[in-house]
C-alpha cells in the first residue's frame, strides 16, 4: 500500500519541556513538537523559569529556529518571557487567540501575530492539516483555548486538566484526581463552565493528555480521568456574591441557580432540565446549560426558581436539590427558598425519607429471614450425607 502524504509528516515524539518548578505545588509544562518543517512550542512559561526552560529546550533545538509558539493562556509575564526569546533569535509566528493577542500587541511588528479565529481554528501546512484548536471559556480567562493534533491523538488541554504537582514520579490515581480538583477549584469560577469543553473533548480520539500545569494524563487513567472531571462539582466564594455600583455587597442569586441547574444534570438529561422552564420568567441556555435571561432579580429570581421546580417536577427535584440549598445556607447564609420553608414540604419530605427507611428496613429483615432458614436448614442435615436428620423431628 503506497504511503499517504499525511503519513510521511508523522510527529516525533512529543517532547516534555518540564515540569518547571515555578513554587511549592506549582509545575508549569511546555512541549516542543517537531515535524517536517515545522518546530512548534506550546505554551511558554513564567519569567522566573525562563533561563531553565531556554537550557532545557537548547538540548533539542535552537530557539531562532523555531517556526510557531501557540499561547494558549497568558499570565503577568507572558511578554517578558517572549522578549527572553526575541533577543535569542525567535523571529517565528505566535498562534493565539484575539483576546491574548492584544495583550501582545506590542511585539507585534517584530514577530507575526496570527489570530487561530482568522485560520478556522486550524493549522495547516502544505495542504496538510496539522492542528485544531479548541475554544474554550472562563476556564479562568473569558477566552481560551486548546490544541488537538489527530496524528498523534494528543490534546494540549492548557487549565483543563491541570493539577497542583508535588514530584510524586509515579502518583497513584486517586492523587491526581485530587490534585486536578485541588487546582480547579482554586482557579476556576465554577464547574459549569468544564462541561461545554468537556463535551467536545470526549468526542475526540485521545492517548494522552498535556495540560499546562502539573501531572501529564497518560492513556492508561484518561477514561478515569474524563470521567472524574464530567462529575466535578464546585462553587467559588467570590462567584457567590457580588458588589454592586454603591460598593453593597449583594448575593450572586443568578450563579447560585446556575450551580442548582449543573447539580440536576447529574440526575436528569439536558432536555427535560430546558423543558421545565419553557414558558417561564426564566430563559435556559443550552450549552452550557445555564440561566440566560430573565426577568426576576435577587431574592424573587431564587425563590421563582424553585416555585417553577415543584410546580412542573414535584417533590423530585425538590429533594435533591435539598442538601445544596443546605449547604449554601450553612456556609454562606443563603436564605432557604420559600418552597423549603413550607410545612407540608417539609413533612413530604420527612415521609418520603421515612418511606426509604421503612423499605430498607423491609429488606433487611428479609434478608435476615432467609439467613435464618439457611442456617436452620444446615443444621437439620447430616454434614456428610446431606440428609435431614430425624432427631430434629422428634
Not at 492584544?102 to 492542528?131: A, G, P
Not at 498535556?210 to 462567584?239: A, H, K, S
Not at 432467609?370 to 432427631?391: A, G, V
Request: charged share 20%; with cysteine.
Amino acid at each position: 500500500m503506497p504511503i499517504s502524504e499525511e503519513q510521511k509528516m508523522i510527529i516525533n515524539p512529543i517532547l516534555h519541556i518540564g515540569p518547571l518548578i515555578i513554587e511549592r505545588n506549582v509545575a508549569y509544562n511546555s512541549f516542543l513538537i517537531q515535524m517536517k518543517q515545522l518546530n512548534i512550542l506550546i505554551d511558554i512559561p513564567p519569567i522566573q523559569v525562563v533561563k531553565v526552560f531556554k537550557t532545557e529546550i537548547e538540548q533539542y533545538i535552537e530557539i531562532k529556529k523555531m517556526t510557531h509558539i501557540v499561547i494558549q493562556q497568558v499570565n503577568a509575564s507572558t511578554l517578558d518571557s517572549l522578549k527572553e526569546l526575541l533577543v535569542d533569535g525567535f523571529r517565528g509566528i505566535i498562534l493565539t487567540n484575539q483576546y491574548f493577542a492584544k495583550q501582545l500587541s506590542s511585539i507585534s511588528k517584530i514577530v507575526k501575530i496570527q489570530v487561530i479565529d482568522s485560520m478556522n481554528c486550524e493549522l495547516v501546512f502544505k495542504d496538510q492539516f496539522i492542528f485544531k484548536f479548541i475554544p474554550m471559556n472562563f476556564l479562568p480567562f473569558p477566552e481560551m483555548f486548546m490544541t488537538y493534533i489527530p496524528m498523534n491523538q494528543a490534546l494540549f488541554s492548557s487549565s483543563l486538566f491541570s493539577s497542583y504537582y508535588d514530584g510524586i514520579l509515579l502518583p497513584s490515581l486517586n492523587h491526581i484526581k485530587n490534585s486536578i480538583f485541588s487546582y480547579h477549584k482554586s482557579n476556576m469560577p465554577n464547574s459549569t463552565f468544564l462541561q461545554e469543553p468537556l463535551r467536545i473533548v470526549h468526542e475526540l480520539n485521545i492517548k494522552t493528555i498535556y495540560p499546562t500545569m502539573g501531572y501529564i494524563i497518560t492513556n492508561q487513567i484518561i477514561e478515569n480521568i474524563m470521567e472524574f472531571e464530567i462529575q466535578l462539582d464546585f462553587y467559588n466564594n467570590y462567584q457567590v456574591f457580588f458588589y454592586d455600583d454603591a460598593g453593597e455587597k449583594c448575593i450572586n442569586y443568578r450563579e447560585i441557580i446556575n450551580h442548582m441547574i449543573n447539580h440536576l444534570q447529574k440526575s436528569y438529561p439536558k432536555i427535560e432540565i430546558l423543558n421545565a422552564f419553557v414558558g417561564t420568567s426564566m430563559n435556559l441556555q443550552p450549552d452550557p446549560l445555564m440561566l440566560n435571561k430573565t426577568t426576576l432579580d435577587g431574592y424573587k429570581l431564587w425563590h421563582s426558581f424553585f416555585e417553577n421546580i415543584y410546580v412542573k417536577k414535584g417533590l423530585s427535584w425538590i429533594t435533591i436539590l435539598e442538601p445544596l440549598v443546605n449547604r449554601y445556607y450553612s456556609d454562606y447564609s443563603i436564605p432557604k427558598p420559600n418552597v423549603y420553608l413550607s410545612k407540608f414540604i417539609e413533612m413530604s419530605m420527612r415521609a418520603d425519607s421515612l418511606k426509604q427507611s421503612n423499605d430498607e428496613l423491609v429488606l433487611h429483615i428479609e434478608e435476615l429471614n432467609n439467613e435464618i432458614e439457611n442456617t436452620m436448614d444446615r443444621f437439620m442435615r447430616c454434614p456428610i450425607t446431606k440428609l435431614y436428620n430425624q432427631d430434629f423431628f422428634q
